[in-house]
């Protein structure tokens, strides 16, 4: 079967790095991508990582290690509107069937 | 594009009643899913459709539950007899070959 692994709960301050990191057991791995979704709303697309390495997309950035079965979404210099929870998601090969992690919740205080 | 659209918005009914959620997805995405979310059981994909054919349905809870695309521009989500725990937010997400899932603004369901 399939399963993901993140925390369930983050807490940083304004300004700071903060790291969300994600394990995940999966047959058929292509890609792992990461999704923000704040309080009532739909989940948003911030990365995918298809190969090994890093991807970097302004604020935040996503690792993946496929023979570590790991990854990792960052977010740097961080502000009040980045609470929200973030969701690490496995897409399959053979067709485009996703699995999303049980989502971080990420807290930023003042 | 107005992206993913869904209605109804908020969905309020008793148990027993039949309920038919709607989607729209993005003009040119060939792949459709629709989720349902609780805060128990986080964030599941029920089906997903490619160029209207069914593809995936094992997350498709029970026999009440059935998902139809008649054409590239609609799907339905259906549940009949509908139960208190049916009661979450269901999305629908369209994509193309890449890989970002564009979501709709999700249904409210509360089955009482």
């Known amino acids: 079967g399939q399963s993901l692994e993140q925390p369930s709960e983050v807490t940083a301050v304004e300004g700071a790095i903060v790291q969300i990191n994600c394990t995940y057991q999966?047959?058929?791995?292509?890609?792992l991508s990461w999704y923000q979704q704040h309080d009532g709303g739909a989940p948003t697309f911030l990365s995918y990582?298809?190969?090994?390495g890093l991807e970097e997309t302004g604020r935040f950035s996503s690792f993946l290690s496929r023979s570590d079965s790991y990854g990792y979404l960052l977010l740097q210099e961080l502000q009040m509107k980045d609470s929200a929870s973030y969701f690490c998601?496995?897409?399959?090969?053979?067709?485009?069937?996703?699995?999303f992690g049980a989502g971080t919740r990420l807290f930023v205080k003042a | 594009d107005a992206g993913v659209i869904q209605s109804p918005r908020h969905e309020v009914t008793e148990m027993g009643q039949e309920v038919t959620l709607r989607c729209k997805p993005i003009?040119?995405?060939?792949?459709l899913f629709w989720y349902r979310q609780t805060m128990m059981r986080g964030l599941e994909l029920l089906i997903y459709?490619?160029?209207?054919?069914?593809?995936?349905d094992s997350g498709m809870p029970e026999d009440r539950f059935s998902a139809k695309m008649p054409n590239a521009s609609f799907s339905t989500l259906k549940i009949q007899p509908s139960e208190p725990r049916d009661s979450a937010v269901y999305f629908c997400?369209?994509?193309?070959?890449?890989?970002?899932?564009?979501f709709g603004p999700g249904t409210r369901l509360l089955v009482l």
């Open positions: 997400a369209s994509k193309t070959e890449e890989e970002t899932q564009y």
């Open positions: 998601a496995v897409s399959s090969t053979g067709g485009f069937k996703t699995i």
């Open positions: 459709f490619n160029n209207n054919v069914p593809i995936d």
């Open positions: 990582n298809g190969l090994d």
């Open positions: 999966t047959s058929g791995f292509y890609g």
């Open positions: 003009s040119g995405h060939d792949y």
